[in-house]
């Protein structure tokens, strides 16, 4: 498991630079990563991706193997060390705590650290953010490298070329 995709570059590609009717190559280069064991999510995404209603929902049904689980105690154990660090963030507004450990996103680092995985995620960090906690800003913490999705199609060679 080399990288670990963030719900918002699923998002961000269906929206618009990767949009399925304009690029489905993009999403067949995502399924074949995935099959070559270099790419995938976890369930708590797929959880998140589910609640909407259009072709990304669609085609996130049918990927379900893209998704791991976070129940493994490995994940789970780095998920209370994620909680626990998030909680001593005390420059950060009232809630964010509670609205970062909400979501997918600590669970996210959690797999990160445990598979050794990098983050894909849109997020940048931001030392002076106090609004939102931000995946980079508790990734860095814990030594979890992040970056976005034009990089990683870098580092995978990714081409989209059309037949001639």
């Not at 999403?27 to 072709?55: C, P, R, T, V, Y």
């Not at 998704?67 to 780095?78: G, I, N, P, R, Y």
């Not at 997020?123 to 030594?143: M, R, S, T, V, W």
Request: hydrophobic share 45%.
């Amino acid at each position: 498991m080399n990288y670990l995709f963030d719900a918002n570059t699923f998002i961000e590609a269906k929206n618009r630079y990767y949009r399925m009717n304009v690029c489905p190559a993009y999403w067949d280069w995502l399924i074949h990563s995935h099959a070559e064991g270099k790419i995938f999510s976890i369930d708590m995404i797929k959880a998140e991706l589910l609640q909407g209603n259009d072709d990304l929902t669609a085609w996130i049904k049918v990927q379900p193997q893209m998704f791991v689980s976070e129940s493994d105690d490995a994940t789970q154990e780095a998920f209370v060390k994620v909680a626990e660090y998030v909680m001593t963030l005390n420059h950060m507004n009232k809630g964010t705590h509670e609205e970062f450990l909400s979501v997918a996103d600590p669970w996210l680092v959690a797999k990160a650290i445990v598979t050794g995985a990098t983050i894909v995620t849109h997020e940048h960090f931001d030392q002076y953010i106090k609004k939102k906690i931000l995946i980079p800003n508790i990734a860095k913490y814990f030594g979890v490298e992040c970056i976005n999705t034009f990089e990683v199609l870098d580092r995978l060679d990714a081409e989209f070329i059309l037949s001639p």
